[in-house]
């Protein structure tokens, strides 16, 4: 049996979700924000037939309106800078134990208090063992199939804002060690305009064993070019590519964003698929619920959340079982 963490459609036995808590950085977005964090959380609940939500906020007040809008959940009070707590909570392995990982602010671009030990605090209060490591590793920046098979890019694993001492032969190593990992599938660059560096959980999914989702886009989508590297990358690696429309181009105050539906999360009952209001939107939720036929797919919209840099996988963190 494989020491790497279970992969995201393994049964859950909760999920951490964070909760915008902090109007400076959210601004005029904030209601909107914790509008839209509150429908995923109820999404991935479903009713009580899906699994157990820890939805984290930083204080009382956000707190208060977490219990408001989200009347089904466990509300979890705990100080940290932002709701990334796909970058921030703990790894729980293939061996039960927490693994947390030193954070940078995505290599030194935002640093705020709490992120930085926000894993650890999380880990305490669910009674989990704790194993620290101490090299930069952010959850979005890997995808396990739960073989012993990860999916990462070049662009931020190899970044040297993050760990500018180690090689790629010793990432590799430490993916190993600290995860279990086996085999690694590099890929090349992430999305355009993603402040991550590229994570991988904005470009490429697996969805089975040995089976990676990815985008297709046409020419003008800013990224096609980045699709197809990966595609054939994956490919030649040997693991099974399938294909889910891109949204294409997605602007926000004329800039593009790095809008992605597979920045979407496996629930146990559904999976929550990130949308824009983009013509792609109902063919890729389509597209999802066609490789999860066990669950239900839906579609919620995340203009807010995405103000923020990130989608529902990167606010979210799940705790097997």
């Known amino acids: 049996m494989s020491r790497a963490p279970k992969p995201e459609w393994a049964h859950h ?6 909760f915008p808590s902090h109007p400076e950085l959210w601004q005029d977005d904030l209601e909107q924000a914790r509008t839209e964090v509150a429908a995923f959380a109820a999404a991935v609940h ?7 939500v820890l939805l984290v906020a930083a204080d009382e007040e956000a707190a208060d309106e977490a219990r408001r809008l989200a009347p ?4 979890v009070v705990e100080s940290f800078g932002d709701i ?6 703990p790894i729980i392995g293939g061996d ?4 947390d990982f030193r954070f940078n602010g995505w290599g030194g671009k935002y640093d705020l208090p709490g992120d930085d030990d926000i894993g650890e ?3 305490a209060s669910r009674g989990k063992r704790l194993k620290s490591h101490d090299w930069v590793l952010e959850g979005g920046a890997i995808d396990g199939d739960g073989s012993g098979l990860v999916v990462t890019t070049e662009q931020c694993l190899l970044n040297p804002n993050r760990n500018p001492s180690l090689s790629r032969e010793q990432i590799e190593a430490r993916l190993r060690e600290d995860l279990g990992f086996e ?4 890929l090349g660059d992430g999305l355009l305009n993603d402040h991550t560096d590229g994570h991988v959980d904005n470009l490429a999914r697996f969805v089975g064993e040995g089976r990676l989702a990815l985008p297709m886009g046409e020419e003008n989508d800013p990224n096609w070019q980045v699709y197809r590297q990966a595609s054939d990358r994956a490919v030649s690696f040997g693991v099974e590519v399938v294909t889910v429309p891109s949204p294409g181009r997605v602007l926000r105050d004329e800039e593009i964003v790095p809008a992605s539906y597979m920045n979407f999360y496996i629930g146990n009952a559904a999976v929550v698929v990130p949308i824009y209001g983009s013509a792609q939107d109902e063919a890729a939720v389509a597209a999802i619920q066609a490789i999860f036929p066990d669950r239900k797919a839906v579609g919620l919209r995340a203009d807010a959340i995405l103000t923020g840099g990130g989608s529902f996988h990167c606010i979210s963190q799940q705790i097997p079982g």
């Not at 479903?46 to 157990?52: F, I, R």
């Not at 089904?72 to 509300?75: D, G, L, P, S, V």
């Not at 990334?84 to 909570?89: F, H, K, S």
């Not at 085999?183 to 590099?186: H, K, Q, S, T």
């Open 13 to 18: 036995k909760a999920v951490w979700i964070g």
């Open 46 to 52: 479903a009713d009580g037939k899906g699994e157990k």
């Open 72 to 75: 089904f959940a466990e509300i």
């Open 84 to 89: 990334w707590l796909r970058d921030t909570a």
């Open 96 to 99: 039960g134990a927490a693994h």
């Open 121 to 123: 605090r999380l880990a």
């Open 183 to 186: 085999r690694v599938l590099w």
